[in-house]
C-alpha cells in the first residue's frame, strides 16, 4: 500500500509550531486522559491531541476494516493486532482528514469538539500494556566501551557478540511514561576491595540512551520470523531510557545476567512513531564483519537516521546536555534482533517491546550512558551550573529526544523524561 501520508509537501488546517516533533508526516498513535478523566486513543498533530475512538465512531474510518472497538479501549493492543496494511490505512486517512485542502471536519463543529484536544490539557499515559520486554546489547561502540573498562582492552568484545545480537528478558511491569518519577533503588553491591556485600541506596544510577520497537503478533509458538519480513511485524518506535543501577548490576549479573539493576524502572516516549513515519529516513548500517549467519544476513537499508541526545537538569537549575548520538550507529538492525528473537519459536505478540541497548556512536561526546561519558567515573562530567556528575544525583531529571529531518520535514520522538528521587 502507498504511504500517502508522508508527502513533504502535506500540510494540515491545524496549528503545528515551527520545529515541532509532530507535523502531519509524523501522525504518532498513544493514549492519553482528558480533564473530564476520560482515558482516549489518539494521535497527535503539532500541540493537537486527536482522539481515535471518536472519529472512528463519526464514521471517518467506516471503509477500513477495523474491529467496531478498536479505539474504545485503554491501549493501543487492540489496534497493533491488525494487519500492517491496515495501520498504514489508518495513517493515510488521518493525513487526508487533516489536510488543509480538506474542510469536512475542519467546518464540523460539533464534530471537532468532539475530536480535538489541547494537549497541554491531557495527560499521556503508557501506550500499550506491555506484555513481555527484551533488552538488546546491540551497539558496537557501547559495547566496546564497558569491554574495556571491566576487561582486557583487546578483548573488549565477547566471542559470540560479533555473531548474535545478545539481549537479555528484561521486567515489563516497571516499565513507565515519560514524566513519571525513579526512586533510587536499593540492593547488595560490593566495594572493589571488600569480601563481603553490603546493603543500601544505589550510588552509581545511569541512564541508558535506546530506542525501543513495539511489535504485532508476530508468529506462532514455534515458528520464526525471517530478517526479510521482520519490519512488517514492527509496530513503531519509541524513545526509551532503560535506567540502570551500576554498582548493583556489576555485584550480581554474573552468571545469568541483569537483574535488580536494571528492573526498578524504565521509561519510554508517550508517541509510538509508526516504522511507516521512518521510511524516508533510511540508511545503510554498519558493515558486518564476520559475516553473519545465513537467517541473520540482511539486504537494502534496514538502519534510520534518528538524531538522539541526552540532557541533565539538576533541581532548580538549567539542562545541560550531555550527548548528542544517532540510532544509525546500532550493529544490529531491529530485523535482525526480531529474526534472531524468534529463530528458536519464541513468539513476539502484540504489544511486545524490544529495546535496541543504550546507542553509543564513535566520539567521546556521543556516548549513550554516564558510565561511558564520565568513564566510569574517571572524568567527571561538568554541568552548565558548575557541579560535576560521575552519575545521576537525587532530583536530576534526565530527558532524552529524538528526531529525523530531512527534506525540510522533522518527524520526532518528544521527550522521554524522567526524574530521580531519593531512595523510597
Known amino acids: 500500500m502507498t504511504i500517502t501520508a508522508n508527502n513533504p509537501n502535506n500540510k494540515t488546517w491545524l496549528e503545528v509550531p515551527q520545529n515541532s516533533d509532530f507535523p502531519i508526516q509524523n501522525i504518532p498513535f498513544g493514549v492519553f486522559q482528558t480533564q473530564d478523566g476520560v482515558i482516549r486513543i489518539g494521535t ?9 475512538g471518536a472519529l472512528q465512531q463519526l464514521n471517518y474510518f467506516e471503509d477500513i476494516d477495523l474491529a467496531a472497538d478498536t479505539f474504545l479501549g485503554d491501549s493501543l493492543n487492540e489496534f497493533i493486532a491488525h494487519p500492517k496494511a491496515v495501520w498504514t490505512a489508518v495513517r493515510n486517512r488521518i493525513a487526508f482528514i487533516f489536510d488543509a485542502l480538506n474542510e469536512t471536519l475542519k467546518n464540523n463543529t460539533s464534530h471537532r469538539e468532539e475530536v480535538l484536544f489541547d494537549v497541554a490539557k491531557t495527560t ?30 583487546e578483548n573488549a568484545l565477547l566471542p559470540n ?7 537479555y528478558h528484561g521486567r515489563s511491569s516497571s516499565i513507565v511514561v515519560s514524566g513519571t518519577e525513579i526512586y533510587r533503588p536499593k540492593g547488595q553491591t ?7 556485600p553490603t546493603f ?11 530506542m ?30 532503560d535506567w540502570s543501577a ?8 554474573v552468571p545469568l545476567g541483569p537483574f535488580l539493576g536494571k528492573n526498578f524502572a524504565s521509561t519510554i516516549s508517550p508517541w509510538i512513531v509508526m516504522l511507516d513515519a521512518l521510511e524516508p529516513y533510511r540508511v545503510t548500517s554498519p558493515k558486518q564483519e564476520p559475516k553473519p549467519l545465513e537467517y541473520l544476513q540482511q539486504t537494502g537499508e534496514k538502519a534510520f537516521d534518528i538524531k538522539l541526545s541526552v540532557g541533565i537538569t539538576p533541581e532548580n537549575g538549567k539542562e545541560t546536555i550531555l550527548s548528542n548520538s544517532n540510532f544509525k550507529y546500532m550493529y544490529w538492525t531491529m530485523a535482525q534482533q526480531l529474526a534472531h528473537h524468534t529463530i528458536n519459536g519464541c513468539n513476539a505478540r502484540a504489544g511486545d517491546m524490544m529495546g535496541s541497548g543504550t546507542i553509543s556512536g564513535p566520539t567521546p561526546d556521543s556516548y549513550g550512558s554516564m558510565l561511558e561519558l564520565a568513564w566510569r567515573g574517571t572524568k567527571p562530567v561538568n554541568l552548565n551550573d558548575g557541579s560535576q556528575r560521575k552519575f545521576i544525583n537525587d532530583n536530576d531529571t534526565v530527558t532524552m529526544y529524538a528526531y529525523c529531518e530531512k527534506n525540510g520535514v522533522r518527524i520526532g520522538f518528544g521527550s522521554c523524561e524522567g526524574k530521580l528521587l531519593p531512595t523510597k
Open 44 to 52: 497527535r498533530i503539532g500541540n493537537t491531541a486527536i482522539d481515535l
Open 124 to 153: 499521556s499515559l503508557l501506550p500499550v500494556q506491555i506484555g513481555d520486554y527484551t533488552d538488546f546489547f546491540s551497539s558496537k561502540e557501547h559495547a566496546t566501551n564497558t569491554g574495556t573498562m571491566f576487561r582486557d582492552p
Open 161 to 167: 557478540w560479533l555473531h548474535i545480537p545478545v539481549g
Open 190 to 196: 560490593i566495594a572493589a576491595d571488600a569480601k563481603q
Open 200 to 210: 543500601g541506596a544505589s550510588r552509581l544510577v545511569d541512564f541508558e540512551l535506546e
Open 212 to 241: 525501543a520497537f513495539i511489535t504485532t503478533n508476530a508468529n506462532e509458538l514455534g515458528e520464526t520470523v525471517s530478517v526479510a519480513d521482520a519490519e512488517n511485524h514492527i509496530f513503531g518506535m519509541v524513545l526509551f531510557n
Open 246 to 253: 551500576r554498582d548493583i548490576q556489576k555485584w550480581e549479573y
